[in-house]
Nanobody
Framework: VQVVDSGGDLVQPGGSLILSCVAS????????MRWYRQAPEKERELVAG????????HYADSVKGRFTISRDNAKNTVYLQMTKLKTDDTAVYYC?????WGQGTQVTVAS
């Protein structure tokens, strides 16, 4: 099983990024997928989740209206589109299928 997160970068406040998570070794299309994040010295927190078919999504209050989770089951990939980024969004972002975690990708929002 592999879960590979990518797309993190240094971005200015107000900017945008798209994170990707490519999975293999399990039946991706059957799994609810989630993005988590962990900022320095803070607990890991749930950011967004998407159902196996993509027709149900949920978001943390702190990112509603700014982040969009989506998936492409043909590519075994889940995305996190992030807009209007704030310094508080700085964290390592992780993809999770309920069992396996990605290695994380660093998002830094700073001027």
């Amino acid at each position: 099983v592999q879960v590979v997160d990518s797309g993190g970068d240094l971005v200015q406040p107000g900017g945008s990024l798209i994170l990707s998570c490519v999975a293999s070794g399990f039946a991706f299309s059957r799994y609810y997928m989630r993005w988590y994040r962990q900022a320095p010295e803070k607990e890991r927190e749930l950011v967004a989740g998407i159902s196996s078919t993509g027709d149900s999504r949920h978001y943390a209050d702190s990112v509603k209206g700014r982040f969009t989770i989506s998936r492409d089951n043909a590519k075994n990939t889940v995305y996190l589109q992030m807009t209007k980024l704030k310094t508080d969004d700085t964290a390592v972002y992780y993809c999770h299928n309920g069992i396996y975690w990605g290695q994380g990708t660093q998002v830094t929002v700073a001027s």
